[in-house]
């Protein structure tokens, strides 16, 4: 499904207050819905996630309506980015910013139903080197691609950076936090960046694995659950707003802190209200929709969950960065 023709992308992308330098959107499941990242870099990087963008199903997997869909969320999205020179101050906007301060698609990629579209600042293009993508699927016999990772990489002058957007296995049985972890860890192994044929050749200490690069960012549909015997309990928490206690049973902050699954990344602090799952008579909610970093020289300031939009069973989260960037040699900032 396509998204709706009034919708405007400014608010969950704060392109009306704050304005960055390089944006990263992830859909974990192209649906006609939003959830979570976006990110800008130099001196910031933003993030924002969609979840669901088109539904799941077999006639919209591989059809020509989800990759129209597609094309309408990029629209929406440079119009957000772009569209800001309306209202009183316009003129002196565009003269003081002019073409430098338009936004461009960098790259993106679309594997199923997971999508991700990096859009830079002009005035910044000249300095992203070597982009690159990469999918993996995790899904139905580990190939169809309804689950797994969209990953992007890029210099940024001499730091790398690596973006994925995953989907991981979904469930809140026995058994299915393993599957969760087995994803992830399939995924960080088995991406590579290759040379695609035209493309310029990168320098060979340029990374191919994800975890090779100097910054990154992992998020998306992460699917971890919260890992409570008694349903009553956490309902009630749920219905008192006690998210500190409900955290202390979360899967995905349980691996981070034991170290077995993700081992040396990082979370933001969770002060927001679960991202899933808002269907009409549900009242289960988990945080599935995550975003974690990994490097030096990243400053996570701002983690939360974007209010508003109401398109699918998921609600959207974003992340704001302060990044540290090494000039090239023989390039000014």
Known sequence: MAPPDDLSLEDWMDTRTDSYDIYVLGYSTLPTDLSSLNLSALSFIRMVQFQEMVPLNARSVLGPKQRRATMKWQLLIGDALNNRRHGDGAAAMHDQRGQSGLFRCLMSKQMVSIFVSV???SSLRRHVRHPGVSSVGAGVLGRLGNKGAVSVR????STSFS???CHLASGGEDGDALRRNADAAGILSRTSFVRSGGAPAAPDELP????G?????LFGDLNYRIAMDDDDEARQLVRLRKWSMLLENDELLLELSKGRQFDGWHEGH???APTYKYRRNSDQFYWCDRILCRGKGMKQVRYERCGGYRLSD???VRAVFHVVCELAEGMDG
């Open 163 to 165: 973006f994925v957007c």
């Open 208 to 211: 191919k694995k994800i975890l």
């Open 314 to 316: 998921h609600r959207p």
């Open 119 to 121: 859009w830079t600042r």
């Open 154 to 157: 890029f210099l940024l002058q």
């Open 213 to 217: 690069h100097d910054r990154v960012v």
């Open 270 to 272: 969770v002060t927001f």
